[in-house]
């Protein structure tokens, strides 16, 4: 009885290995070919890093808005950048406000609605991030960043 169990597995194994078979090259069975292209280099520069935005004044409905990074720029300048989600008329740059002290800049970003723009309901699942420049009256220096929104 045993023989004919590791008869049987044997024989099985056998049959699972035939219907393996080798691979197919593709080469003279008829069978279809693929092909690849490759597109040629773009031919300009392709835009690297976040969106720029300019403070609208227009824009209503404003709401503050955490950012995801801050540092100092050249001179005077703060280079501040957050992350907007949805249509993008309703997620768009109010205005930034700052608040300097001696060992501390404030920094609040406020995003709002484009007059009359539709926002209600579902918004589209995408985000984007954005950088704006703000100009200090002082430079940064060793003072800390802090977020008006949180």
Do not use: W
Request: aromatic share 2%; with cysteine.
């Amino acid at each position: 009885m045993m023989r004919r169990i590791h008869a049987g597995a044997a024989l099985g194994l056998l049959l699972l290995l035939a219907g393996c078979g080798a691979a197919n090259t593709g080469v003279g069975n008829g069978a279809s070919q693929v092909t690849s292209t490759s597109l040629p280099p773009p031919t300009g520069a392709a835009p690297i890093g976040p969106n720029r935005a300019t403070p609208d004044p227009t824009v209503v409905e404003l709401r503050k808005t955490r950012f995801d990074r801050a540092a100092a720029g050249t001179g005077n300048e703060l280079v501040v950048q957050y992350t907007a989600g949805g249509r993008a008329d309703c997620s768009k740059l109010g205005r930034v406000d700052v608040v300097e002290a001696d060992d501390a800049v404030t920094v609040t970003v406020l995003l709002g609605q484009v007059p009359g723009a539709d926002c209600g309901g579902e918004q589209p699942m995408i985000a984007a991030t954005f950088e704006t420049t703000v100009t200090l009256k002082a430079p940064l220096g060793s003072r800390q960043i802090r977020d008006g929104a949180s």
